[in-house]
């Protein structure tokens, strides 16, 4: 039907910027070349300007009136505005449009819905339900989707069904019951958290689908509905890692131009069984105390993070512990200098399938964390793993064995500053495909895999916990695998 509808190639004489321009529209692209003002001819020496329909948000017909100008006889009246984007600082993305002067209303109407038509026939999301967290980061969430998302949605005609989340797990629940065939794209306005909440029931929904009673005893395969995330939150460490910034208007621009990423995603297992999946960090030891010590001062927003590190590392200790793992076959390694870009050859590369013997740690560990991609943030613009990979299929484990808070504290001012993370002998770094954790307490007893270093500050754990993404897990013995490009995000990374 829609190939129906597409016209021959435009073409039409039309003003930009009090010049005459002779504008074609093909299948693919908008083009427009300056013309002399008595003739229709091609004015020599001027090249032609052309866009790809490819970065074409959407057009509409634009009525400029005003008495002055009817009154005057002005011809300007009537304008085409095609919106696209433009690059801004770093791999910012902002919203602009081109405008042209018609001579008449219809023939603006004809031109935008001419370019609409053929914008349908890009893989594009059309049909999206958005998540909004009201109460992620400093409560902006609602502010940031009227004010700078709603408006691109509506050029890009895209059509939202839209749930404004009102507890934790609220969006896990919706995601269940969700008709999955009747959208195209799901999108999440807020942190770290919701985002987690949505893809972790898209897989647990596969895995009801595929596996039924087996539920949770098999590795997730692909999942067909893309995602889309937009930064509201605390720490908005995926849009980081997948667009080079968190800045709503970028991704929204992402998203509505339908650009691609393919993440990998890992699973928690305990008693061979999933408990979760992640797509960022895993960490235990110092990340795992951090978190567990600033949900009681959630009310401090973000800076209850700064506030908790700081308690932590003034009373960092470290936990005996048994750690297994098995490295990666892969060309990249954890202390390259490339970092994962647009059209990273490691990404693509080839899977190679092959078995590779456990390698076994043991001892007392301070910190022991796993980043599926590198975790860039505010606090780390290159990251806790600058070279990790967004679609390689491995996590970069780094391993901190037993060290006084001065010293990690000198690893965390390395990562925030200097982007050198791995320098020093207390830091091991090993990319992996999966890793076995056991906590080796005396005797069973609570509380005796921790051993204190430093001045005591209140913090007093039993052991340490895991944050998976921002999310506490108490169970200390864990199985973590990886899966290849698992999820498809709706965003572009940076070039």
Known sequence: MIAKKIVENLSDIMIRRSKRYKVQLSLYSLSWEKVSKKKKAISSGHKTSEISLVNVLGACSHFNFSLKRVFRKKTDIFRLRVYTYKRG???????????????????????????????????????????????????????????????????????????????????????????????????????????????????????????????????????????????????????????????????????????????????????????????????????????????????????????????????????????????????GQPKDRRICKKGCAICQERQITGERQWVKLSGEFASIEGCIMSCCSPQANKGLSPAAHLGDGCLDLIIHRSVNGLRYFRYLTNVAFFSEPFTGDLVDVYRVTEFKFKATCRDHVPGSCRRSLSLSLSISYMCSYWNIDGELYTESEIHVKAHRQILTLLASQPE
């Open 89 to 331: 600082e770093g791999d910012k993305w902002k919203l602009c449009y081109l405008q042209f002067n018609c001579g008449t209303l219809k023939t603006a109407q004809e031109w935008s819905k001419n370019i609409n038509v053929r914008l349908k026939l890009l893989n594009r999301p059309r049909r999206c339900h958005v998540f909004i967290n009201p109460f992620s980061g400093e409560n902006t969430a609602s502010q940031i989707y009227n004010n700078k998302v709603s408006n691109i949605f509506q050029i890009a005609d895209i059509s939202p069904t839209i749930t404004v989340t009102n507890r934790r797990g609220h969006a896990y629940s919706v995601v269940q019951t969700l008709d999955l065939n009747s959208i195209d794209v799901i999108v999440c306005i807020g942190g770290d958290g919701l985002f987690g909440e949505v893809y972790n029931s898209l897989l647990w929904r596969q895995q009801k689908d595929f596996h039924h009673s087996e539920a949770g005893l098999h590795d997730p395969i692909p999942c067909h509905v893309k995602i889309g995330l937009i930064p509201a939150g605390s720490t908005n460490g995926v849009v980081f890692c997948t667009t080079g910034l968190a800045d709503p208007v970028t991704s929204a621009l992402q998203i509505a131009m339908g650009r691609e990423t393919s993440i990998d995603v890992i699973s928690v297992w305990h008693n061979n069984r999933i408990e979760r999946f992640a797509t960022n960090f895993i960490g235990y030891g110092f990340f795992g105390d951090v978190l567990k010590d600033s949900e009681i001062y959630r009310w401090m927003g973000p800076t209850r993070y700064d506030f908790s590190g700081f308690k932590t590392i003034l009373n960092l200790g470290s936990y005996k512990g048994e750690i297994m793992f098995k490295e990666g076959i892969t060309s």
